[in-house]
Each structure stands twice: as C-alpha cells, then as structure tokens.
C-alpha cells in the first residue's frame, strides 16, 4: 500500500506525484564526472557504498578528450573541503534536465548561488556522456538502484502514510508543489536538502541504516510549511516566546529571528514526538533538549496537539485554535527557569557545528550549504559567527553579500561587495589561501557589474568586468563570467516552464 504513494524509478514528468522516490540520470552523471575526476580519491573507501567503490575504480580508468576536459575543471575549480565540492555540484545536477542536452532548468540569473561559479561544467557534460558511455552504464544498473530504491520504499511509503494522517491532507497530483528523494549511492553515506520554488529535493546516499527520521522530519516540513505561511494573522500568539528563543545562544538564527520558523521546527518537533509516543522518561527528555536547545514553543505544542488529535479538522484548518489555545502567560513564567545551551550542535538541517574558534572552516563550510539551500537566513548564523573572530574574514564576508542579495537587501550587498572589490592584491593574514583571495575579489567584481548593468550603468558595468579579469590568480569560472558581462549587458530572465 505504502509504495503505492510513490511513482515508479521510470515513472515520467507527466506521471510524477506529489511524493517521488526515484533515480536521476543527471545527478548519475554529474557525480560519474566528479569521481572521473579524483572526487572520490580524495575521500576514505571505508566511506563508499560497494556500488560507488567499484563504479569510482572504473570512471578512474576512463580516457578522452571530454574526461580529461572535465578533470581539468574539477581541478580548477575545486574547494579545500571535498564535501563542499560536491555539494555545490550537487546543486548543479539538480537543476539540470533530461540527458544528453543537460539543460538548465533555470535561467543563468536564477541559479542557486553555490551553482553560479560552476554553471560551465553544465557544458562539458553531453560529451563527457557520450565519450563515458553513460546512458548505457545507466541503464545496466537499473537493477542495483531499483534494489536501493526498494528499501526505502516500504518503510518511508509508511512514513508518508503516518504523517498524512497525522495532519489529515490528501496528497494530489495536481499540486505544484513536489517532494522528490533521489536514492543515490555515488553520493556515500550523505543527505542533500535543497529546495527550488515548488520542487523539494533529498538526495540519499544508501546506507545499512536507512536514514527515515531525518527524512520524515523534512516531509514534514513539506506538509507544515505552508500551513504556517497560511496563516501569518495569527502568529502575533508567538512573539512573546521570541524574547526567550533570543536568549538561546544555539538557536539557529533563522528562529531567532523570525517567528514563522521558530513556529514551523516547534511544530515538526512536537508532531514528531505525538507520532512516535516515546516512554514518559524519553519523552521528558527529548522536551528538556529541545527547549533547552532554544525550540521553545515544542512543549507546549506537544500539549495542544492533544486536543487536535480529539477534533475533525484538518491541521490546515485547526492550526489558529491550536496556537490561540497555548497558555502563553504560564509558558512565559515558565521558560524564564530554563537554562538555554550555549552552543548549538547542529545545524537546522543536522549537519555538526564547530563550536571551538579554531574550526572556522566548518563554519564557512556550513553557511556554504545553507546558501545552497537557498536558505540566507541560515546561511548568516555561520557567517555571522566567523566575522565575530574574523571581522575582516573574506569568505565570511563574501558569504555575507551573499546572504544580502538573496534576502533583497541590494545596497547592503553592494557596500559588501564593494569592501571586498577593495581588498588588495595579496591576503592579509597568513590563514587565508590566496586562491580564497583571489576568488572573493573577482566575483566581488562581477556582482558589481551584474549590480551596475540593472541600473543601466553600463560605463561602470564594463569597469567592473575588466576589473574581474585584472585580478590576479582569478578563478576560470570567474574570467568566464567576467567575459561574457564585456560582451552584453546581465539580463536576469524569468525561470523557465517546467516540463
């Protein structure tokens, strides 16, 4: 009944349902090129999947014009950490169409921002496919995903099942909106979230335990996001619990900021203990941490979905009683005795968090993940961080431009991009790689010209292109970018129809 939920591995666009679990060819391929190129030689083969381990002897063995311009690339454009590689090339599959063309499903203007420094390798892609044979590779291991596939199906099929239920909403294929899990051994032992308009991605690296909490946690969140963005009239009954979520020192900063989240993961939380009714004393527990964390509002959240559970509507429906019915004032009385950690250990998507200074790189590494989430607001928590050790860092301040054009915060943006533009020609600090250096200065460059083109500055639009490409050690991707904002105007288009 459960794999009913689902469409089948060669299910087409025009089947899909709401709820997909599925192969993708794009993300095969993409990943078939990284570990063509060295990707997965960079990483422990106690880490691989069998099916990965035997398929990275074999892509290392591929020859050609297309494998070798694809090694190349992978070599110019690869970061110190080899999880944040393959994570914004993980972005990249996910915005691409059916093979061979590999097009962009996006306009060059919308692509994630993690996308942007690597759209190029979009490019190299159909030769590299059919030089590597892929679609045929493809195809003879359709039996082995599909296998892969199965073992998820049952157990997330009732996943499904359990948290439709919960919050009483049918499942239709009409609606836009889509949930797609991509079971993928080339990606290890790994969870990918991303989420673009309407689409929401996991890709999943198979595993002997199969990783079902942390995807039922983000279905929920499919489910219940939009509840919350439904009713914004009422979330005025939260506020005050906002004054307790900023004194939580390991809070995201997203919750801390911003009521509609704090409100969406408090309610996950609470939903996720309601379905599973632990024991009182893990149940107790479970409500320490998660209050102690920051998430304030689980407690009392857990507390009224009791009545919800007792009434006939649906959770899109019941959702105003449910919070006009909290007992704010004895809550409030109540928080003001809770001990709040003082560090974060995860991340809103659960990835580990450096808490010692000396780990800014994980820091950096985190806020680049968030960015590709497009999720700014995360992002900051991690850059925020780095700039309060490293007011001056670079990246973190890159990172920071960033967060500010995505959130619409233009000027903001281009003061950032303009202190980083103004960076001289050799880092300051010995801790800093030079090609970090050179990399933040040229794209600093190019934003700008991006920035100056939309106002219909061209004069200084093409200063800042000719800027870019007179920065030493600038990154390929970069002079690219920089040469084909000389050659015409940016344009940021509309995204395109989906198929």
Same mark, same amino acid.
């Given at each position: 009944?459960?794999?009913?939920?689902?469409?089948?591995?060669?299910?087409?666009?025009?089947?899909?349902?709401?709820?997909?679990?599925?192969?993708?060819?794009?993300?095969?391929?993409?990943?078939?090129?990284?570990?063509?190129?060295?990707?997965?030689?960079?990483?422990?083969?106690?880490?691989?999947?069998?099916?990965? #381990?035997?398929?990275?002897?074999?892509?290392?063995?591929?020859?050609?014009?297309?494998?070798?311009?694809? &090694?190349?690339?992978?070599?110019?454009?690869?970061?110190?950490?080899?999880?944040?590689?393959?994570?914004?090339?993980?972005?990249?599959?996910?915005?691409?169409?059916?093979?061979?063309?590999?097009?962009?499903?996006?306009?060059?203007?919308?692509?994630?921002?993690?996308?942007?420094?690597?759209?190029?390798?979009?490019?190299?892609?159909? *030769?590299?496919?059919?030089?590597?044979?892929?679609?045929?590779?493809?195809?003879?291991?359709?039996?082995?995903?599909?296998?892969?596939?199965?073992?998820?199906?049952?157990?997330?099929?009732?996943?499904?099942?359990?948290?439709?239920?919960?919050?009483?909403?049918? #499942?239709?294929?009409?609606?836009?909106?889509?949930?797609?899990?991509?079971?993928?051994? #080339?990606?290890?032992?790994?969870?990918?979230?991303?989420?673009?308009?309407?689409?929401?991605?996991?890709?999943?690296?198979?595993? *002997?335990?199969?990783?079902?909490?942390?995807?039922?946690?983000?279905?929920?969140?499919?489910?219940?996001?939009?509840?919350?963005?439904?009713?914004?009239?009422?979330?005025?009954?939260?506020?005050?619990?906002?004054?307790?979520?900023?004194?939580?020192?390991?809070?995201?900063?997203?919750?801390?900021?911003?009521?509609?989240?704090?409100?969406?993961?408090?309610?996950?939380?609470?939903?996720?203990?309601?379905?599973?009714?632990?024991?009182?004393?893990?149940?107790?527990?479970?409500?320490?941490?998660?209050?102690?964390?920051?998430?304030?509002?689980?407690?009392?959240?857990?507390?009224?979905?009791?009545?919800?559970?007792?009434?006939?509507?649906?959770?899109?429906?019941?959702?105003?009683?449910?919070?006009?019915?909290?007992?704010?004032?004895?809550?409030?009385?109540?928080? +003001? +005795?809770?001990?709040?950690?003082?560090?974060?250990?995860?991340?809103?998507?659960?990835?580990?968090?450096?808490?010692?200074?000396?780990?800014?790189?994980?820091?950096?590494?985190?806020?680049?993940?968030?960015?590709?989430?497009?999720?700014?607001?995360?992002?900051?928590?991690?850059?925020? &961080?780095?700039?309060?050790?490293?007011?001056?860092?670079?990246?973190?301040?890159?990172?920071?431009?960033?967060?500010?054009?995505?959130?619409?915060?233009?000027?903001?943006?281009?003061?950032?991009?303009?202190?980083?533009?103004?960076?001289?020609?050799?880092?300051?600090?010995?801790?800093?790689?030079?090609?970090?250096?050179?990399?933040?200065?040229?794209?600093?460059?190019?934003?700008?010209?991006?920035?100056?083109?939309?106002?219909?500055?061209?004069?200084?639009?093409?200063?800042?292109?000719?800027?870019?490409?007179?920065?030493?050690?600038?990154?390929?991707?970069?002079?690219?970018?920089?040469?084909?904002?000389?050659?015409?105007?940016?344009?940021?288009?509309?995204?395109?129809?989906?198929?």
């Amino acid at each position: 009944m459960a794999a009913g939920l689902f469409c089948t591995p060669t299910a087409s666009a025009q089947s899909r349902r709401t709820v997909n679990l599925e192969r993708s060819e794009p993300l095969f391929t993409v990943l078939a090129a990284l570990s063509a190129a060295g990707h997965d030689a960079e990483r422990s083969a106690g880490n691989l999947h069998p099916l990965r #381990l035997r398929l990275s002897r074999e892509f290392a063995r591929l020859q050609g014009p297309a494998v070798e311009a694809v &090694r190349e690339y992978y070599r110019s454009h690869r970061l110190a950490d080899p999880d944040a590689t393959l994570s914004r090339y993980i972005s990249l599959a996910l915005t691409l169409g059916p093979a061979p063309e590999f097009e962009y499903q996006l306009r060059p203007g919308d692509l994630p921002p993690d996308v942007q420094p690597i759209e190029e390798f979009r490019a190299l892609l159909p *030769a590299f496919y059919r030089e590597a044979q892929i679609g045929a590779l493809w195809e003879q291991l359709a039996g082995e995903y599909e296998r892969e596939i199965a073992r998820l199906q049952e157990p997330f099929g009732q996943s499904v099942v359990v948290a439709t239920s919960y919050v009483r909403e049918m #499942l239709s294929p009409v609606q836009p909106r889509r949930f797609t899990i991509y079971v993928e051994p #080339l990606v290890g032992n790994q969870i990918h979230l991303r989420n673009y308009g309407d689409e929401f991605f996991l890709v999943v690296g198979p595993r *002997a335990e199969l990783p079902l909490e942390q995807m039922r946690h983000a279905f929920l969140h499919f489910l219940v996001d939009p509840v919350i963005l439904r009713h914004q009239s009422v979330l005025d009954v939260a506020e005050p619990f906002m004054h307790f979520a900023a004194k939580a020192p390991g809070l995201p900063v997203e919750y801390r900021q911003d009521v509609g989240r704090l409100v969406a993961e408090c309610l996950v939380r609470a939903i996720e203990l309601r379905i599973d009714r632990p024991p009182e004393s893990r149940l107790a527990a479970a409500l320490d941490q998660a209050e102690q964390s920051g998430y304030v509002l689980v407690r009392a959240l857990h507390q009224a979905l009791a009545a919800y559970e007792q009434s006939e509507p649906a959770l899109s429906q019941y959702f105003p009683e449910l919070l006009r019915s909290l007992d704010v004032a004895a809550e409030l009385r109540r928080l +003001q +005795q809770v001990e709040f950690r003082a560090v974060a250990t995860t991340s809103p998507h659960g990835e580990p968090v450096a808490a010692a200074p000396g780990e800014l790189e994980l820091w950096l590494n985190a806020g680049r993940r968030e960015l590709a989430a497009r999720n700014p607001a995360g992002a900051r928590q991690f850059f925020e &961080r780095v700039l309060a050790l490293r007011p001056e860092h670079p990246e973190a301040l890159y990172g920071m431009a960033m967060v500010a054009s995505l959130e619409g915060q233009a000027q903001q943006a281009r003061e950032l991009f303009q202190q980083l533009a103004a960076l001289p020609a050799e880092p300051a600090a010995a801790d800093v790689r030079p090609e970090t250096w050179a990399y933040v200065r040229a794209w600093a460059h190019i934003y700008l010209g991006r920035m100056y083109d939309m106002e219909g500055n061209r004069e200084l639009a093409v200063q800042a292109y000719r800027a870019a490409l007179e920065v030493p050690g600038a990154p390929p991707d970069s002079r690219s970018a920089a040469e084909r904002g000389l050659q015409a105007p940016f344009q940021p288009r509309a995204r395109t129809q989906q198929p």
